[in-house]
C-alpha cells in the first residue's frame, strides 16, 4: 500500500511490521491452544495437570490481542457500524471518519503512554505473576508496541478519510 506522505518501501516496511508481529500473535496462540490441549490431556489421564497453565495463558492473551490488533485494524477488520451512513453526504462521512479515526489514534496514544508507565513501575517494583513468577512489564511493553502500531494505524486511516475517496483516470 502507498501511504499519502510516504513512500512505497516505508509504507510496505510498515506493513511488514504489522504482519509480523500479528504473525507472532497467532503464534502465542498456536502455542496456548497446545499447551491448554496438554493440560487438559494431562489432568484428565494422569490427573497431573501441568501448573501455571492458567497464568501462562493469562499473559499469552496479551500477546494475542495486542500483537494482532493493528494488523486487524489495518486490514480492516474490526466491527463497525454505520450509523449516519445511509442519510449523510460524502462531505459528512468524510468528516466524521477523519474525527472518529482521530479520537481513536488518541485514545491509542493514551493507552501506549500509560502502557509505558506502567511498564516502568512494574520493573522496578519487581512485579511477576502469582504461580511462575514471569515478570509482568514486558506484557506491558506488548500492550504498548500493539496500541502504537494501531494508533498509527488510525492515523493512516484518518489522513485517507481526509482525502476523501480516490478518483480514477487522473
Request: hydrophobic content about 55%; proline content about 3%; some cysteine.
Amino acid at each position: 500500500m502507498n501511504d499519502a506522505g510516504a513512500s512505497a518501501g516505508e509504507a510496505s516496511r510498515f506493513d511488514r511490521i504489522v504482519r509480523g508481529l500479528a504473525l507472532v500473535g497467532g503464534l502465542v496462540l498456536l502455542a496456548m491452544v497446545l499447551l491448554t490441549v496438554a493440560d487438559v490431556v494431562a489432568r484428565k489421564i494422569a490427573n497431573a495437570p501441568i501448573f501455571g497453565v492458567q497464568n501462562i495463558s493469562e499473559l499469552a492473551l496479551v500477546v494475542v490481542v495486542f500483537a494482532a490488533m493493528a494488523y486487524c485494524g489495518r486490514e480492516r477488520g474490526h466491527v463497525a457500524v454505520d450509523l449516519i451512513g445511509a442519510f449523510a453526504g460524502p462531505r459528512v462521512l468524510r468528516i466524521t471518519d477523519t474525527l472518529v479515526s482521530l479520537i481513536g489514534a488518541a485514545i491509542f496514544f493514551i493507552l501506549t503512554w500509560r502502557a509505558l508507565v506502567a511498564a516502568g513501575h512494574t520493573f522496578s517494583s519487581g512485579r511477576v505473576s502469582n504461580l511462575l513468577d514471569i515478570p509482568h512489564w514486558p506484557f506491558y511493553g506488548v500492550i504498548a508496541l500493539g496500541s502504537m502500531l494501531y494508533a498509527l494505524v488510525q492515523v493512516i486511516d484518518a489522513w485517507r478519510a481526509a482525502r476523501g475517496p480516490r478518483r480514477s483516470g487522473g
